[in-house]
């Protein structure tokens, strides 16, 4: 598909809009909120999971069952999601109903008024949620090793909270989160679909003129260094569950396609990444191995996963280890750095037919970076990655500076 043309706006009140146009059957409109677990107070861990979750509960001018009815009605789909910086709220639906998701999604962020009926009886789908994720190790770990490496920080908590904390979101506190944290200078609205990007201006410029343009600043601190870590937990599961981490730099460097390079590399998605061919197709000894990286607005994460037999651990863990060396060490050749760029070039394109993620993506990089990279900017910046580039990079990858964390 033809790349789509994007146009940035910016409202009057600090809200900002980007659309990216397309003749489709489907259109894509959401919210993202520069607001996350990152951003509540020590005493409110996962109130802004919470309130992701209970903003559909009832507004001002809607019932819970007209919400949820209000773009199912015409086959679409209304969703949210909670990280440690964004909060977003977005909808994919039939060609035609703009207007409609564009005032139901404004009252959700303006009119939410939190019904303490409903509160309730999300309070126990969380706890669910909480306790769900327990059984899902694979999952878990990622978290648990998060918390551990971020511990002491804004970062260092999960996204759900804890049970005990729940108690505490009263409708009060619930809509002074949103009322301080959803504001129009925090906000990014995303467009994707066949109308012309002047007429969805106005539609959002009208639909959010109620939302407030004061609140609270954010008030992000960078996390320090913690010490490394080799942590081993025993959890009853047929197999260990492991991350090998180290911190690289967020959002605010420059270097994101190198690093993007690097993980692809190492564990991407392809089957001939260096991680699957040293740990399961030539030796069997996992069934997945995969490699990624978190970046936050000032910090970042790069991940290594594995699932193995326990006995196998330490084997895997060794071979992660001197892969990460080889790749810091031993400069790519010129054809090796030629064909690593044209293989993620080429899923890039491959993953450009994923429309929803495109746009989320679009409004992710607006809401955190200020800018959209066009395909042929994010092409160009790979092609100048150097054999240099890379070593410097992996440098931060070097074995003594990895933490391990393994479940099971």
């Known amino acids: 598909m033809k790349e789509k043309a994007v146009e940035i706006f910016s409202l009057p009140g600090g809200m900002r809009l980007v659309c990216r146009r397309a003749p489709l059957v489907l259109e894509y409109f959401g919210v993202a909120v520069n607001a996350g677990s990152r951003d509540e107070a020590p005493d409110r861990f996962g109130l802004a999971h919470f309130v992701e979750h209970t903003i559909f509960k009832g507004t001002f001018r809607r019932r819970a069952c007209h919400i949820i009815n209000r773009m199912e009605a015409v086959g679409g789909d209304l969703n949210a999601f909670t990280s440690k910086e964004e909060t977003n709220v977005y909808s994919v639906f039939p060609r035609g109903n703009l207007s409609r998701a564009i005032d139901l999604i404004a009252d959700l962020i303006v009119n939410s008024r939190f019904p303490e009926t409903e509160l309730d009886k999300e309070r126990e789908v969380v706890r669910d949620e909480i306790d769900s994720y327990l059984d899902t190790p694979a999952e878990a770990v990622y978290d648990d090793f998060e918390d551990m ?45 066949p109308e012309p990007p ?40 047929h197999q260990s569950h492991t991350v090998v981490g180290a911190s690289i730099p967020g959002l605010d460097a420059g270097n994101r396609e190198t690093m993007a390079l690097i993980t692809n590399i190492l564990g991407g998605p392809g089957m001939n990444s260096r991680l699957n061919v040293s740990l399961r197709e ?19 994460l790069f991940n290594v996963y594995f699932g193995c037999d326990p006995a196998d651990r330490d084997r895997c863990l060794e071979l992660v280890f001197r892969e990460l060396h080889r790749m810091a060490s031993e400069p790519l050749t010129p054809r090796a750095l030629a064909a690593a760029r044209k293989q993620y070039l080429g899923q890039l394109l491959v993953s450009s ?19 959209v990279l066009s395909r042929r900017e994010v092409e160009e910046a790979v092609m100048r990655i150097s054999a240099e580039d890379v070593l410097e990079a992996a440098a931060m990858l070097e074995p003594e500076l990895c933490s391990v964390l393994s479940l099971g």
């Open 149 to 193: 490496f971020y511990r002491g920080s804004q970062l260092g908590h999960n996204i759900l909270g804890t049970d005990k904390a729940l108690d505490s979101f009263t409708p009060a506190v619930c809509r002074g989160y949103l009322t301080e944290n959803f504001t129009a200078p925090r906000m990014v609205a995303y467009y994707l679909g």
């Open 198 to 237: 002047e007429k969805v201006l106005q539609r959002v410029q009208t639909g959010f003129a109620g939302v407030p343009v004061a609140g609270d600043a954010l008030h992000r601190v960078r996390p320090v260094a913690n010490p490394r870590f080799d942590e081993r937990r025993h959890i009853e599961t």
């Open 282 to 300: 030539r030796r069997g000894l996992v069934y997945t191995v995969e490699a990624s990286t978190t970046m936050f607005s000032d910090c970042g």
């Open 353 to 371: 037919e994923n429309l929803e993620q495109i746009i989320l993506s679009t409004g992710r990089s607006l809401l955190l970076t200020g800018e």
